[in-house]
């Protein structure tokens, strides 16, 4: 255990570089220690490219660190040196298996640091020391342990291959070119590297941007996947709330007519009761009455019988059969026919209704399905002609191109009146309205408002509830020079510029999707909206008052 641990003081004494134990040691920034003369050395090769690095760890310093004397390391290395032992090289720094063997080293090989492109040689930290101290090596390229050396090696002429066979794409040695590869377009291996180099920057350079953009996706697929999730999640509590309120509305009613029931019951067993009661007294009272004419049948006294007749003759009023209304089994059969046929009709609201959740999902995994990179040809199949509305036209805006084009103009056009008429804002809707699933674009100079709206938005005046994208009946996507942003009932919205002066505009009312597209090459989101939609929608068009200037214009395209 004493030999061991003198073993593991030696080693940790030892410089990594020379591997002999320290002398005047320095410690660098990294914590590691050196003789001061093995890592000046060492740093002084490394001044061309004002890099210095630790030969351990590998960890660089700029500027060039000063080298302090470790003080306590020199006091600890001569008591060591003292007990008279030598520093051994560490076992560590031995080759292993899946080491590169120094080519130099005799019986058991140390692990090489370097190897020499020049030299097709690899190094120890020791036998490394002539490329580190001699001016004859100061031009050798090291480089990182390679094993595979030889393959620099021309297997024609055995000389190095410097150059390159830009005519057969092949590494080639000197001797290649002025032989077998003779007339063809070479360069040195150098060269062609830096070409490669560039080509290979140009590869990483893509396949970043790739990644950056697959993960933009990701992102972007992750919010859609939140999204999914807080609604579901918000869908989910609604209807237990609904449901809840449903189930304590059927309570409340079945106590209601549980109630009603018993009251009724009651009201009537006690008229029954009642009505019993008093047959059960006339029953009594006949029962002695004909007791008493039976006694009187039966008296032989003729002057008693006829005194006494007079009195037990007469009878009471009796009560008639026909007071007594029984109704066998069929008290309360309207009530229950009553509850059967509110079960009925919940069952088909309930089954209409389901149907409807189910043609909901159905159109949101249509959503979910439609990609934001869509192609154009994609949403051209669900292109749709607008034809503006003259009738809805501001006298502030020409209408041209067959009612597809609407400019704002200085001189007020000669309109007749007409209720569906914006007297106030700059704004224009389209004759048809529209439903299912439709897209169009819009071509736009200077700046507009690309918008949609129900047809009870306010025409007269210029208050917001005229005003489209200021109020709850109308969404807008405006576009200039200057601003671009989505409004909807007031609500200021800033999204990116769009790409082109053109607009897609994707509307599925059913769905409740409305999404504004700037179009190119590609199909670039804007802004979208999933909303509920609860009246048909027409298109429209708003220029900007507050940005007055006659030669604004915009035009539904023709899509083909």
């Known amino acids: ?142 480089v990182e342990p390679s094993e595979n050396l030889q393959e620099n090696i021309c297997s024609r002429h055995d000389e190095v291959m410097k150059m390159f066979c830009l005519t057969d794409q092949q590494c080639i040695c000197y001797l290649c070119s002025v032989d077998e590869h003779k007339g063809h377009d070479t360069v040195s291996a150098a060269a062609e590297r830096t070409e490669r180099q560039r080509e290979l920057e140009g590869s990483r350079h893509n396949i970043q941007q790739r990644i950056q953009d697959r993960e933009e996706d990701v992102k972007l697929l992750q919010q859609e996947v939140e999204a999914i999730n807080g609604s579901a999640d918000k869908a989910v509590e609604h209807s237990e709330k609904i449901f809840t309120q449903l189930i304590c509305l059927m309570e409340k009613r079945r106590s209601d007519v549980k109630q009603q029931v018993r009251s009724q019951q009651e009201t009537e067993v006690s008229r029954v009761k009642e009505l019993q009661e008093k047959l059960e007294q006339e029953i009594t009272e006949l029962k002695r009455k004909d007791a008493e004419l039976k006694k009187l049948s039966h008296t032989e006294d003729h002057t008693q019988f006829l005194h006494n007749y007079p009195s037990l003759s007469g009878l009471s009023e009796s009560t008639h059969s026909s007071s007594i209304n029984i109704r066998p089994l069929k008290y309360f059969e309207d009530v229950t026919a009553a509850v059967s046929e509110v079960r009925d009709k919940l069952q088909d609201v309930l089954i209409e209704t389901w149907t409807n959740i189910s043609l909901t999902e159905t159109e949101w995994m249509f959503y979910l399905s439609l990609p934001e990179n869509m192609t154009r040809a994609g949403f051209l199949r669900y292109s749709y002609e607008i034809a503006l509305d003259p009738n809805t036209a501001n006298r502030y805006l020409l209408l041209s191109e067959g009612n597809r084009k609407a400019t704002l103009v200085d001189d007020e056009q000669s309109y007749p009146d007409h209720p569906d008429r914006f007297t106030g804002w700059e704004q224009v809707l389209s004759r048809e309205s529209l439903t299912g699933r439709c897209y169009w674009e819009v071509e736009w100079r200077v700046g507009v408002g690309v918008a949609v709206a129900y047809k009870n938005i306010s025409r007269a005046g210029k208050s917001d509830e005229c005003r489209v994208g200021f109020n709850d009946k109308s969404w807008m996507l405006y576009c200039s020079k200057y601003s671009y942003y989505f409004n909807h009932n007031n609500v200021y919205t800033p999204i990116s510029d769009p790409e082109s002066s053109r607009v897609g505009v994707y509307l599925d009312h059913s769905a409740g999707i409305l999404s504004f597209y700037s179009v190119s090459d590609t199909m670039t989101l804007l802004h979208r909206v999933q909303t509920t939609f609860t009246q048909p929608l027409y298109a429209g068009l708003r220029f900007n008052c507050d940005m007055w200037s006659s030669g604004e214009s915009a035009e539904f395209c023709e899509l083909k």
């Open 1 to 142: 255990m004493a030999q061991k641990a003198v073993q593991l003081d030696r080693e940790t004494f030892s410089c990594p570089i020379c591997l002999d134990l320290l002398k005047d040691p320095v410690t660098i920034p990294c914590g590691h220690s050196y003789c001061k003369i093995c890592i000046k050395n060492h740093w002084d090769i490394e001044d061309e490219k004002r890099i210095y690095s630790c030969p351990q760890c590998r960890k660089s310093f700029t500027p060039r660190p000063e080298l302090l004397k470790n003080t306590m390391l020199a006091v600890l290395v001569e008591e060591l040196k003292k007990t008279g032992l030598q520093a051994a090289p560490a076992d560590l720094c031995y080759a292993g298996p899946e080491d590169v063997a120094c080519d130099v080293c005799t019986g058991r090989k140390l692990r090489a640091v370097k190897s020499c492109l020049q030299c097709l040689a690899s190094y120890c930290e020791k036998h490394l020391q002539p490329h580190y101290e001699s001016p004859t090596f100061k031009k050798h390229k090291l």
